[in-house]
């Protein structure tokens, strides 16, 4: 993966870390940072931090790690505190009440939800570490979803589907 080195590619890597590790200082995202070869001084990380809105709280053992807030105004803490809403939690949560329609074509998956939503939906399905796909295009009511393997779309719709639990569907 090529990422540049801008200041928004920065921040958005800083939610990426804060969201996968328990981070409990600025010195240990420094240094999770710098493992990827993105070296910060601290001053400009922590800019980031309170850019990004990024707040301590209280995990699981007590001790007090970064977190970030959640999309949309969500009270989901964006952090693994162990307290937290997991990714793939969220993801079959936000499918049952949001996803409309799913149809593949080879390695394309479009998404259809109510208006407004798609980019909401969007945001559950690539946060879910989806090993399958590749990442997500959201309009207002479509989500375009691609697939690694080129005929991948087929799968994954039908696992989308799966998640709106028996759902009444339109396809």
Do not use: C
Not at 17 to 42: F, Y
Not at 47 to 60: F, N, P, Q, S, W
């Amino acid at each position: 993966m090529t990422t540049p080195l801008t200041k928004t590619a920065r921040q958005a890597r800083v939610i990426e870390l804060l969201t996968r590790h328990p981070v409990h200082s600025q010195g240990e995202l420094a240094k999770l940072l710098a493992d990827e070869g993105v070296e910060v001084t601290q001053a400009t990380l922590s800019r980031d931090l309170v850019e990004i809105g990024a707040v301590k709280l209280r995990a699981e053992d007590g001790s007090l790690i970064y977190a970030v807030p959640g999309e949309g105004g969500e009270r989901i803490r964006r952090a693994r505190t162990g307290a937290a809403e997991t990714f793939a939690g969220r993801l079959a949560r936000v499918a049952a009440e949001l996803l409309v329609s799913a149809e593949a074509s080879a390695n394309l998956v479009i998404v259809r939800t109510p208006a407004g939503a798609a980019q909401y939906l969007a945001s559950a399905i690539d946060h879910a570490e989806w090993p399958d796909i590749l990442g997500t295009v959201a309009g207002d009511d479509t989500v375009l979803v691609i697939t690694r393997d080129p005929d991948g779309g087929e799968q994954v719709a039908e696992a989308l589907l799966r998640l709106t639990n028996g759902r009444e569907r339109r396809s």
